[in-house]
């Protein structure tokens, strides 16, 4: 999930990240930030709130009923304003999209979306993701997760707050089911190293890409977005990586 950047002027260091920053005692996936909800968002939750919002539970979610039918489900964590999340669901009919989202506006947002466009196949829930995956889904639960430019804190004092790191992967691994698999994408190049050397470094992964650095060509699934248009416009980059649970 993208939350705002520290805005001091620190520069960030030029010294070869770590593997692992010293890991934030509670794992969270998100961090809560200001926003202001426009009307149509406000309207949103109270329109299409009870068909798309399933409500955090310290139970396990029955998932055949939240969706009305039996799908693979796909784990999207911090969706944003969910541009992205709408048109994967659109493209993959097929499969159930169980997003987490705690930023209000963006949980309007895409309400709006899945009303407005009938998306029927996602289900919100505005709640931390691994509070959700352990006591909602549990283990060996999901055929996929996305997590897609989750910030990259930049500032090296920060790095201990970034998401991918080795105690969550491994968390994560074991809630996917063999066969299943992780898709993370990133447009800051040494985020994408750390997320690399992470998930290599899981034994529950294995890399689908046979390039040499590791890194997938974007899934045809994956839409481009704005602001991913205009950063490849000026040169800058953008690093997929699709890992398997064995």
Sequence with gaps: MTTPEDTSTTPVSDAPEAT???????????????????????????????????PYSAERLDVQASFGRSAPLILE????????????????????????????????ALLKRCGEESIANIRIVQHDAIEVMDNMLGENSLDGVHIFFPDPWHKSRHHKRRLIQSPFIQRLA???????????????????????AVLRAEALLVNTSDAADGFAAKPDYRPLTKFENRGLKLGHGVWDLVFRRV
């Design 77 to 108: 964590i911090g969706f944003g304003m969910g541009d992205a999340t709408a048109k994967i669901a659109q493209v993959r009919p097929d499969d159930n999209f169980l997003c987490c989202e705690v930023h209000e506006p963006g949980v309007g």
């Design 20 to 54: 692992d920053a010293p890991f934030m005692r509670t794992i969270k996936t998100y961090v809560l930030r200001a926003g202001r909800m426009g009307p149509g968002q406000t309207r949103a939750f109270e329109q299409f709130g009870p068909k798309f919002l399933v």
């Design 174 to 196: 074991r809630h996917i089911k063999p066969g299943g698999y992780l898709h993370l994408a990133t447009d800051w190049q040494p985020y994408s190293e750390q997320m690399m």
